[in-house]
């Protein structure tokens, strides 16, 4: 059943036996599969076509019991309960519907899972991210650029248009990235976006079971993560329950009468956006109209937003991110707009998706620079109110504010380095800090070598910084090879091209061809960082130990019993001399260590000199 489709539509007859009046009826049913053996013994099937509500359904499947089903306000759309026993053998499930005289049986696949599926592991702190951006990548196969029945045609030319970047680029790639020292892929959101307009970031999805064809098909999807797994890279898929795109399939038939928060827009009502005020979710004194709107106000008219309260779309969400996990063998999600979707639906998609998969990880996207906001949704918290998440991951975005703030201001009592040093004081709010997703910054942000105002030192220090530091680093594609764009956002201009990858690119960074000198030595910095932190213990489960910046400089170590890596940034325009009997608790005396990024070996002593505006990474060992 390897290639099973990802919806089950009315072109998947082959399924049914029996009345072909049936046969056209049932338009969709998803999810189109389940897996013997799942922690979870429920399963809840999605049938849509005409008049469905009507039909009675039965089932005779040794370790299947039919519990029953559910009908919503909408007459097409007929939602079938089943339990399955953890004993329960693959095979096909002969589900029988019938409808007044018609009756049909559905052969729904029951299939095998990998071996030590359930066992798999997340992505953790010994990896290190690549976030990119599919349509704006590589594009390995020119000919699905602009298929017919999709709304929108590629033009390379308008920054808000699609590309053409694929499936089949990422998986060309794919020695690159390993080459580079990337050990995690994290592509932005790869499900169809049918949208008339603005389709290729993929936020607006049209079809939730589908990976959008103009990246390739479902089967091509997996392929690529086998072929990423091969080469030590793990594959993050991008996901979102708090919205759709206002041309999904649902909107054209909608399953219910509130499976939408503020449907009425859809009828002529006023538009409600949400206010983006996420401190109401934890605000002892916020009003219900305010956390409201937060919560279930839309991004934009063109997103729908989900009611994840109602218990058929929750069970559907949960389901749909389970799927995919299993299907494509993945090793992560990044939930985007965390903290908009509803908050208990949240715990229980959480705890779901941990019980089948106790190592995973899901890092969840909750943009303040504010660590409590953030910490309240990891895994672990002890909230006042609380309330409880079974999130192991959230992106940190405090850090990364606190981080560009130090590189951009000038150093004083309350300026530069203290506030990335006391930002980090903070880590006492988090339940686990180590297991957060540091970066430069992503698909959303200004590129960090813009905000640095191209300074090659500052750069250096940025990227030490995140090689070294707690979490686990992600870095946006592009930014190995400093590439910029407006210090405002400019959503286009920052998920520009990546150079080389489309035929007749002057520039190629995929194999150095047309780098500028710059450039050359952004990408060996990266991947002389990377591949070296491989196998550097004391990054991947070390203690971290830092001390107060003093003269333009801040120093900080981490380490283990094999390892001790001592890191000094120095802002200053003029070299700096450190006494090394300050870090004597953690320093060790009189050793040898290998400076990472010029492969220099020194002598730590009584004291150390570092460059002016130099950084320095030592590896002891």
């Not at 359904?57 to 370790?63: E, Q, R, V």
């Not at 990998?114 to 798999?120: E, K, L, M, T, V």
């Not at 029945?149 to 060309?172: F, I, K, P, T, Y």
């Not at 130090?406 to 686990?432: P, Q, R």
Request: proline share 5%; glycine share 8%.
């Amino acid at each position: 059943m390897n290639t099973i489709s990802a919806a089950f539509t009315a072109s998947a007859l082959l399924l049914l036996t029996g009345s072909p009046l049936l046969a056209q009826q049932v338009q969709r049913l998803e999810p189109a599969n389940w897996w013997a053996g799942m922690q979870h013994p429920q399963l809840q099937l999605m049938l849509y076509g005409d008049k469905l509500a009507q039909c009675q359904a039965s089932l005779n499947y040794p370790g299947a019991t039919l519990l029953g089903t559910d009908t919503t306000a909408n007459p097409n759309y007929l939602f079938i309960n089943l339990t399955l026993a953890e004993n329960i053998a693959p095979g096909e499930l002969p589900i029988t519907l019938t409808c007044g005289a018609d009756k049909q049986t559905l052969a729904y696949p029951l299939l095998a899972r990998r071996p030590g599926s359930a066992q798999r592991q997340g992505f953790n702190t010994s990896d290190v991210i690549y976030l990119l951006t599919p349509d704006r990548f590589a594009n390995g196969d020119p000919t699905n650029d602009t298929l017919p029945g999709m709304l929108e045609r590629a033009n390379r030319a308008d920054d808000s248009g699609r590309h053409g970047g694929d499936l089949a680029g990422m998986a060309q790639a794919l020695p690159y990235l390993a080459d580079m020292g990337f050990t995690a892929m994290w592509p932005t959101p790869l499900t169809e976006n049918n949208q008339s307009a603005y389709s290729y970031h993929g936020y607006a999805a049209t079809d939730l079971y589908k990976i959008d064809p103009r990246f390739g098909s479902n089967a091509q999807y997996r392929e690529l993560v086998a072929k990423a797994n091969k080469l030590g890279i793990k594959v993050i898929q991008d996901i979102i329950v708090n919205h759709i795109g206002h041309q999904h399939w649902w909107l054209k038939d909608l399953p219910d009468t509130n499976w939408l928060n503020n449907q009425a827009f859809l009828t002529g009502g006023a538009f409600v956006g949400t206010n983006h005020n996420r401190s109401t979710v934890q605000d002892p004194y916020a009003s219900k109209v305010d956390s409201a709107q937060f919560t279930d106000g839309w991004f934009v008219d063109t997103m729908p937003d989900l009611n994840q309260r109602h218990p058929l779309l929750a069970t559907y969400l949960i389901q749909n991110s389970i799927w995919w996990v299993e299907y494509a063998n993945l090793a992560g999600i990044r939930e985007d707009t965390y903290s908009y979707a509803d908050k208990a639906f949240l715990t229980e998609w959480g705890r779901r998706l941990m019980l089948e998969y106790p190592n995973f990880n899901i890092v969840g996207e909750e943009w303040s620079p504010n660590p409590l906001i953030v910490s309240y949704w990891q895994r672990g918290k002890h909230n006042k109110d609380g309330y409880v998440s079974h999130t192991p991951s959230m992106l940190d975005f405090p850090l990364y504010d606190a981080l560009l703030k130090a590189l951009t201001t000038e150093e004083s009592w309350n300026g530069g380095w203290i506030g990335l040093y006391e930002m980090l004081s903070n880590d006492h709010v988090y339940a686990d800090p180590f297991n957060l997703v540091i970066f430069e910054g992503n698909h959303d942000t200004a590129r960090i070598f813009s905000l640095l105002n191209e300074d090659m030192d500052l750069y250096r220090m940025s990227i030490s910084y995140l090689a070294t530091m707690r979490g686990i680093p992600q870095l946006f594609y592009g930014t190995e090879i400093a590439m910029q764009s407006p210090k405002v956002r400019d959503d286009g201009k920052v998920r520009a091209d990546f150079p080389g990858g489309w035929a007749g690119d002057k520039v190629n960074a995929f194999t150095g061809q047309g780098l500028n000198a710059t450039q050359k030595s952004t990408q060996q910095l990266v991947k002389t960082l990377l591949n070296w932190r491989k196998t550097a213990s004391a990054i991947h489960s070390g203690k971290l130990m830092h001390f107060a910046p003093d003269n333009g400089t801040y120093t900080y170590f981490r380490y283990n019993d094999q390892q001790t890596v001592m890191v000094v940034m120095n802002k200053q325009s003029e070299p700096v001399t450190l006494d090394l009997a300050r870090f004597n608790e953690v320093l060790p005396q009189g050793k040898t260590a290998t400076e990472v990024i010029s492969g220099k070996t020194m002598k730590l002593d009584k004291q150390l000199t570092v460059s002016a505006r130099g950084t320095l990474v030592l590896d002891i060992r």
